[in-house]
């Protein structure tokens, strides 16, 4: 199946190009992915995303933003790329084993946080369990917090859910910080910070509601075991970028996020990239769509260049 675009992902990012391509009479297909709808289909509320005053349900946002798309004509499949062809124009794409070449790409995969692994932590996730402290830490006002961690993204979190929390502690697997001087310091030096060393989180405990109550700890020097009140969990250690398939492909940096150039061009052209897959730093939806608005244009714009010289 030939298109003229075609976008992997469905989170914000991906459904606002969707969006925009579509109305720009594009007619682009969108791959859903292992995740449809991205990270925001695992939050609960969603204060910080404008336009809704009351906040917003992370699936319900994302179920009106894959309707809008739909509206315009957009075109979904449900599955997960497992290979790409970037070598050559068209560009292919298998989902299993049915092929898709596009004239385009618009590569909005996202990034996952990385979790610890625990049936509890899933259980727990937006009841009490976060990634994302900018997302949730208004929700844990005069609370006490366990954020799990010990680089930069930990002790940004920690210091950020300060403003709400009445005490954040820090469990660290070891004895000193991975974090730059600067963070680390900054975390010494508020009254509200805890640190808890040589320590994993082994378990997270809850109620028969699904509310957090506490933590499992284990000292990794001395094998103790303990428990730690608290009404909330967020980790911190970090995100990888869903960018397997395009290894050896695309450019990327030392952590697998995709570089791009000049808005949202990657190395190959007629390949764009937008949200948490390029982006380490903001990671937030509002900035994911916005990049999907961007790659949308370029794309658009390319396409319009590719016509322009065959004519």
């Known amino acids: 199946m ?15 190009a969707a ?16 995740e449809p709808g991205g990270q925001l289909t695992t939050t609960t509320q969603v204060d910080n995303y404008p336009g809704f005053p009351e906040g917003v349900l992370g699936p319900n946002l994302m179920e009106n933003m894959r309707k809008q798309a739909e509206r ?4 979904f499949v449900n599955g997960a790329a497992t290979k790409v ?21 618009i590569i909005a ?6 979790l610890l692994g625990l049936e509890s932590e899933k259980r727990l996730m937006g009841k009490g369990v ?18 799990v961690g010990g680089g930069d993204s930990a002790m940004e979190e920690s210091l950020f859910l300060t403003k709400f929390a009445t005490k954040v502690n820090i469990v660290h697997r070891r004895n000193e910080l991975r974090a730059s001087k600067i963070m680390q310091q900054k975390a010494f030096d508020n009254a509200k910070v805890d640190f808890i060393w040589s320590s994993v989180v082994e378990d997270i405990l809850g109620t028969d509601e699904g509310a957090v109550k506490g933590v499992k700890i284990k000292n990794v020097d001395t094998g103790e075991i303990f428990e730690k009140e608290c009404e909330g969990v967020f980790i911190a250690i970090g995100h990888i970028p869903n960018t397997q398939l395009f290894k050896g492909q695309l450019e990327m940096d030392e952590k697998g996020y995709i570089l791009t150039k000049n808005g949202t ?31 949308a244009m370029d794309a658009e714009k390319h396409l319009e ?7």
């Open 265 to 295: 061009k990657t190395s190959v052209p007629g390949v764009f990239v937008a949200g948490d897959v390029q982006d380490p730093k903001y990671r937030q939806a509002v900035t994911a769509a916005g990049s999907g608005c961007m790659a």
């Open 72 to 75: 315009f004509g957009t075109e």
């Open 2 to 16: 030939m298109k003229n675009i075609i976008i992997i992902g469905s989170g914000p990012a991906g459904l606002t």
């Open 130 to 147: 976060s990634t994302c402290a900018t997302c949730d830490g208004f929700f844990f006002k005069g609370k006490e917090l366990v954020v």
């Open 109 to 114: 995969s996202g990034a996952s946080s990385r």
């Open 305 to 311: 260049e590719l016509h322009a010289t065959k004519s």
């Open 19 to 34: 969006l925009y391509t579509s109305r720009a009479m594009l007619e682009p297909l969108v791959i859903s992915g292992l």
């Open 85 to 105: 062809d970037l070598s050559s124009m068209p560009f292919k794409l298998w989902v299993e084993d049915k092929l898709f070449e596009s004239k385009v790409f």
